[in-house]
RNA sequence: GCCCAGAUGGUGGAAUUGGUAGACACGAGGGACUUAAAAUCCCUUGACCAGUGAUGGUCGUACGGGUUCGAUUCCCGUUCCGGGCACCA
């Protein structure tokens, strides 16, 4: 029989939903594991064949583990709030939600051709009422809470406002945005809107009047992962800074918890150390500095206390509130003219220029360590957002206060023992101190870091500066709060409305506030974001509903939110739905959430390191801290699949002709190379008719050949329509079937790599699995009962243990070649046995489940071959008596010899003195070492 | 600039983590079957040298050193490519 692996396909996939045969429900016999793949964006140009690359990953996993007895979790759902609906639905005035359901269903199409285990009865969609009723009801809880530094955790915003009833800001020990202080008798003095207007200093989602990155081409404020090198992540439009008031999360508070988790969780070195980097924890010192002939002082942040001696100027951010109190009159023109070029700048200018600016301020600011007055500048290479905004500089050992030390012509005063600061500062925390002044020189100071390494130098400054109260040890993190608003129509509408200026939370009960319909999905003249076009979108308090915006009275009818939420928002929780999807009461139920715990497994790319994946850690710690989640890491494993990049192929044309030539005839020519389609290049051959007739241009092409044929050239680039280089999984399903389309994705090279796709070499898969397939056909066509030849079994199981441990190790792609070894191996040996067959089916079913199905079908099985067991490994199998092993001399290799397998170095010297080959060369000879290495070679040391 | 990960045939990539480097696949070349093509099967395929031949030898995992009986693997230095962070003090 031929395999036939359309309808093979074809009739397994029928069943797999007649049969429900991948629906999962909590089950407490049965051990969970929790699969889970980043959920797609449906976008309009549909799946090509890199995308499905970490989902078959997974659900090879997900199939072993099942087949291993374990209850799998593996769902599938859509991220589907996004910009380039919104955008096309502003081109063309198609509703965004109808793009989106097209899109996805072209999506759930094309998976479906591929033989997922998705549970779909479980699908969520993060654009559904029913999804972000949870999405806006933990934006509430975050509302409704405040993060506690003493106690490391989220409270309720109650407790804060018991605490400052009773004792103001004192004893509090809290995240803010800025540190307040009041006393009780002034909190229970103020009204209502007071109250809540200080509040908002410390709830975990606020408002805030902050710096965000606006985008005006794309008309929203964007969050930093959403910004690469001063432009938009999508589109590259230029962002500039502006102050707005946002909803913003609290993400800063938990750093520690974030960095903390790191540790926990098993994820690549490489991705722990983007977010250590992106939350940028750095431990130093604030210091205070009084400012000389003044009562004023102020404090500045330092990571190298070590360097007090050092210090030879100040500089303050242009954006700090200190540059107005300490400029002095005389200086005042100067420095205004300063902040007026600052203030012109935009984030882009100060990235692609760094040249050295500064004013001076005109006071001078006393080193608490030496007494010394030290002039106090202004300049735009400190950040107001970083620190205090105010730094001491060391121009011999930080670069940039080097460069401005050079450049305003300022003392440079070396610390470290034989550094040469002539041409260059010296920036490396190694070296012995000098130059700091002996015990007692001073009134300041009463002994020298001299002699010290840098670190017991710093060490030892810091604990006299916590000592004597000149400033506190101090950790500072890179990490800013997340901007939670979005001027966008196309996204989870806030469940909040305004009254006295002041945001009030719709009651929770009336949740989810659905967003409302518009006729325009651009902002309105008056620039409010586009849900300003809503008619229907006020809330009415009497009755709790969404009411006509002509019924405002700021009485009982108030104005609703405008912005609506980030892409995150939908992504950060999503996998917590999927435990439970259809619950209206909850997020989750305890029970759901207890079973399934967290996700064992997480596959997807790792352009998600700063964005998603450091936002649902956060909003999952959130919730662990409410007791929602069980877990405090979201993801316990996670594998970044590599992106697969097009190959793309060119034709070269000469120029101002409609002439191609060939590849290697090309540099005869002054040529043009144009990005052919890849799908009408077959081996890097163009099909020259197919060239004709692809576009109306080239109707007429000539050619020059080579050897008859047209070759192209090709380079690796990014999988895009432009390039015409993509590659579509439902041709390759078409033409080889599914089954051939994982295996080769897997065949191709580590998961974790980014790798070229080429359709060419996926041959050898479909052949592969056609050489199975007869196999398999002779031995249902035999199906010889005897038991089986030692030799197959041994096949068998060398398979069993490869196959295992790379599934284990997600090497998948030197799993399949030990198929392919095993199947030429048991074809040579003419097995016959169904046995032998039967376990070779199961071990294959993730890989190839279509195939396998079949199969376990021809071998008379009723049930489907998900239920079956993975075979288990037998070392028995494997063992022989003797082993051929080279034996060297003196790391030379001379001879192959048998050796019993289990011989030791007694006897293997014994044997090699007698043995005919090897007896004369140790004649006459010592041997000094004998060393084994089992099963392989001898190594036998002499003289 | 700082941090992380890499570099193996014409190509994608293996190598039991210090033990016969190049598994497996693609491509290429040769052959078988076929009127022919497709499909299928078999052989060769890192480079160089010697030999009619079986075969033997030398070199070879980016480059230069080191440790070791033995290094693609460990250590030091250099070059190149990829990723992250970046006037973050």
Known sequence: MEYNFREIEQKWRQRWVAQQTYKVTEDASRKKFYVLNMFPYPSGAGLHVGHPLGYIASDIYARYKRLQGFNVLNPMGYDAYGLPAEQYAIQTGQHPAITTEANINRYREQLDKIGFCFDWSREVRTCEPGYYHWTQWAFQKMFGSFYCNACQKAQPIEKLVEHFAKEGTANLDVAQSEELSFTADEW?????????????????AYLGETMVNWCPQLGTVLANDEVIDGVSARGGFPVVQKRM????????????????????????????????????RSEGAEVEFKVKDSDKSFTIFTTRADTMFGVTFMVLAPESELVQELTTPEQKAAVDEYLAYVKKRTERDRISDRKVTGVFSGSYAINPFTGEANPIWISEYVLAGYGTGAIMAVPAHDSRDYAFAKHFNLPIVPLVEGCDVSEESFDAKEGIVCNSPKAGATPYIDFSLNGLTIKEAIAATKKYVKEQGLGHVKVNYRLRDAIFSRQRYWGEPFPVYYKQGMPQMIPEECLPLELPEVDKFLPTETGEPPLGNAKKWAWDTKTNSVVDCSAIDNETVFPLELNTMPGFA??????????????????????????????????????????????SRFWNKFLFDLGVSRKEEPFQKLVNQGMIQGRSNFVYRIKDTNTFVSLGLKDQYDVTPLHVDVNIVSGDVLDVEAFKAWRPEYAT???????GKYVCGWAVEKMSKSMFNVVNPDMIVEKFGADTLRLYEMFLGPVEQAKPWDTNGIDGSHRFLKKFWNLAQNILAQNTQTAPTAAELKSLHKLIKKVTEDIENFSYNTAIPAFMIATNELTQLKCTNPAILEAMVVLIAPFAPHIAEELWESLGHSTTVCDAQWPQFEEKYLVEDTVKMMVAFNGKTRFGIDFPADADNTTIEAAARNHELTSKYLEGKQIMKVIIVPKRMINIVCK
Request: hydrophobic letters at 35%.
């Open 701 to 707: 092409a000539e050619f020059i050949l080579e050897d």
């Open 188 to 204: 229970n003095s103020w009204d209502e809107v007071k109250q809540q207007q200080v509040l908002m200093n410390y709830r975990i």
């Open 245 to 280: 008031k946002q909803w913003c999360l609290r993400v800063s508070a938990y750093a520690q918890r974030l960095l903390d988790g790191l540790e926990t969780i098993d994820w690549t070195e490489s991705l722990k150390e983007t977010q250590r980097n992106w939350i940028g």
């Open 570 to 615: 939908g992504s950060s929780a999503y996998y917590l739905r999927y435990m439970d999807p259809h619950n209206d009461q909850a997020l989750v139920s305890p029970e759901a959430d207890e079973y399934w715990q967290n996700v064992d497994l997480y596959v997807g790319g790792s352009e998600h390191a700063t964005g998603h994946l450091i936002y």
